[in-house]
């Protein structure tokens, strides 16, 4: 069933709304299209009051510890927490009230994916994959989608692709090809309960979502997934519940009143969701 899932984006530890491809190391570059002037446990309580669990608290750089801690102690255990998460710190964020930690640049030391790491992060959580989210979010590189890390800002070399070739080369002794096509959803779902893809390109832009990208996630993806970017209507709600055929949920941001949107209120979205679970 398809969710409205919220967000709580920190960047130098204030609630905003960014413009995804513009979060470069240079400051003059960012566009914003929202800086809140009220504290994130505001919007996690509100979370809270209308038991919209799931959603995601993204630290955008350096600077957001605080902000994030702020956010889960307003709700433990309803929140998912991301970046900067590595194996090191990341059970201290399921202790310090996160439902699951979201991981994404961490696994691609020098752009290239590291099951080391990644095996590494899961052990540091008790082995549990249910307290793990991967984030492959992405960008678009002609006819696919390759997983971008460092604020969207770095191309990795892994595709965002099912992995259709997996058990065929198996049996071959390619082995270079047999990293390439392992490097995809159905290997990352043996290590996590949850995708986060945030669409980099549409990040933030609230020209619509990327309409291919939904459709092959909800075919590719056999456990939970939430795609952002883009979203700017009510209707897009219902849209990526047509295309996904009610395996993907959306995360609205920019668009949404409660962060200076005029397209969608944020309490439509509650009532789309109390409707959906009733039907």
């Known amino acids: 069933m398809t969710r409205f899932r919220p967000c709580i984006d920190l960047h130098t530890g204030v609630v905003k ?91 691609f030391p020098d752009g290239a994916f590291s099951t080391p790491r990644l095996q590494g992060v899961l052990k540091s959580l008790g082995g549990d994959k249910e307290k793990l989210v991967i984030d492959i979010s992405c960008r678009r590189s002609g006819d696919t989608w390759l997983v971008a890390m460092n604020k969207w800002q770095t191309l990795t070399t892994m595709e965002v692709n099912e992995g259709l070739f997996l058990n065929q080369l198996r049996t071959c002794y390619d082995l270079e090809a047999y990293s390439i096509y392992t490097d995809s959803i159905k290997m990352l779902e043996r290590y996590c309960s949850e995708f986060l893809i945030h669409a980099a390109d549409n990040e933030g832009l609230q020209l619509g979502i990327d309409e291919d990208l939904v459709r092959r996630l909800a075919q590719w993806c056999s456990i939970p997934v939430t795609y952002a970017g883009g979203a700017s209507s009510l209707k897009d709600l219902d849209k990526v519940k047509g295309l996904s055929g009610g395996k993907v949920d959306l995360t609205l941001g920019s668009a949404l009143d409660i962060f200076g949107g005029s397209k969608v209120k944020f309490l439509d979205c509650v009532e789309w969701n109390k409707l959906e679970s009733e039907r």
Do not use: C, F
Not at 42 to 67: F, P, Q, S, T
Not at 71 to 97: D, Y
């Open 17 to 107: 709304q960014i413009v995804g491809g513009t979060l470069t190391n240079a400051p003059d570059n960012l566009k914003t299209n929202y800086i809140s002037e009220l504290p994130p446990g505001h919007y996690a309580d509100l979370y809270r009051e209308h038991g919209l669990r799931g959603g995601h608290v993204i630290m955008l750089g350096k600077g957001n510890e605080e902000a994030a801690k702020e956010a889960l102690r307003q709700w433990p255990g309803g929140l998912q927490v991301g970046g900067g998460i590595e194996e090191s710190n990341a059970n201290g964020w399921i202790e310090a009230g996160a439902e699951k930690v979201i991981i994404t640049s961490y696994l």
